[in-house]
């Protein structure tokens, strides 16, 4: 059985595996529409169980559409209306519940131990729709637009991120490391990724590039990425820490510093991290980013189904 819970923990060749999986599906789909199941429909009969303990629009729509066109069904809970948001029901109990009743389950909390507690106590796979620290299903879904867009293997390429050490943030890392694609980061110093990540890179042999000045960061870019300065889990002093960002708003002058043909990803919802101008421009392929998930959690699901050919 394979989870899906940090990029880090999971073989390349095996993430490699999931993004030609998904790229042949979405070929093999251009004249179907939504709801039609890709031939063949193989997770059939299969139920997948969703719980979300924050907000979610892209995440749960893009779960709904993937298991759908791959013939099974969803269910999505939200973890106040059961017995273990009260407090009335373990883990362990609601985890045998749902290995008894489905077939994989995806959770996003605000807590990376409960994702690990439900991995010991689950006997299906389970999938991580965001977590503090980790949002993988996202970043590898914005490795396979990358390629799609640039028509060329990531590794290729110079990405840059210019936001918050977030949990979007850490997932490319790791995948930075998987895809072996350069890395550059910029943010205020307070807001470096943490030791403990750093040294995760330097223990599997790779490097980052850390600036604190904006287009440093930017230069030579390819693609240049960014989020939400206040993530859902943040607890900071919310106008102070989007004060300490303002110099890394992306607008047309900070993308001067990149490519020419540099483009504009994010993972929304968005916040004043980028203007208008750049995110609703040409360089910007958010929407084709957003839809892509759909693709790329399928052939993810297929994964953890023990189903990718
Ligand atoms: N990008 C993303 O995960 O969006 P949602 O929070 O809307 O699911
Ligand atoms: N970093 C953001 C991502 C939202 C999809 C958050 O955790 O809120």
Redesign the pocket.
């Known amino acids: 059985m394979k989870h899906f819970i940090n990029l880090k923990d999971i073989p390349s060749k095996d993430l490699k595996k999931i993004i030609i999986d998904a790229k042949r599906r979405k070929n093999l789909r251009k004249k179907l529409s939504t709801l039609e199941v890709d031939k063949g429909a193989p997770l059939k009969g299969k139920l997948l169980i969703q719980m979300f303990e924050k907000s979610s629009l892209r995440t749960r729509l893009s779960f709904y559409l993937a298991i759908k066109q791959l013939g099974g069904g969803t269910l999505t809970l939200r973890s106040n209306e059961l017995h273990l948001g009260q407090g009335g029901e373990s883990i362990a109990d609601t985890a045998k519940i749902l290995s008894t009743y489905g077939d994989g389950f995806m959770l996003r909390t605000d807590s990376d131990k409960k994702v690990e507690n439900f991995r010991k106590y689950l006997s299906i796979p389970v999938i991580n729709g965001?977590s503090p620290s980790s949002?993988p299903t996202?970043v590898l879904s914005d490795v396979f637009t990358v390629e799609e867009i640039k028509k060329k293997p990531i590794s290729k390429l110079n990405i840059c991120w210019i936001g918050d050490s977030?949990?979007?943030l850490e997932s490319l890392i790791s995948a930075s490391v998987k895809f072996s694609f350069k890395l550059s980061i910029g943010c205020p110093r307070k807001f470096e990724p943490s030791t403990k990540v750093k040294n995760w890179v330097k223990k599997n042999k790779k490097k980052i590039f850390i600036y604190n000045d904006p287009k440093k960061a930017a230069s030579n870019a390819d693609v240049i990425f960014s989020?939400?300065v206040i993530?859902?889990?943040d607890k900071v002093h919310k106008k102070k820490k989007i004060a300490q960002f303002k110099k890394f708003k992306i607008d047309k002058k900070l993308m001067r510093s990149a490519k020419k043909n540099c483009i504009f990803l994010h993972?929304?919802?968005r916040g004043n991290e980028v203007s208008d101008d750049i995110f609703l421009g040409n360089k910007s392929h958010v929407w084709q980013q957003a839809l892509n998930r759909v693709h790329v959690q399928k052939s993810i699901l297929l994964y953890c189904f023990g189903k990718l050919r």
């Open positions: 965001l949002h996202q977030n949990n979007v989020d939400k993530s859902l889990n993972c929304l919802p």
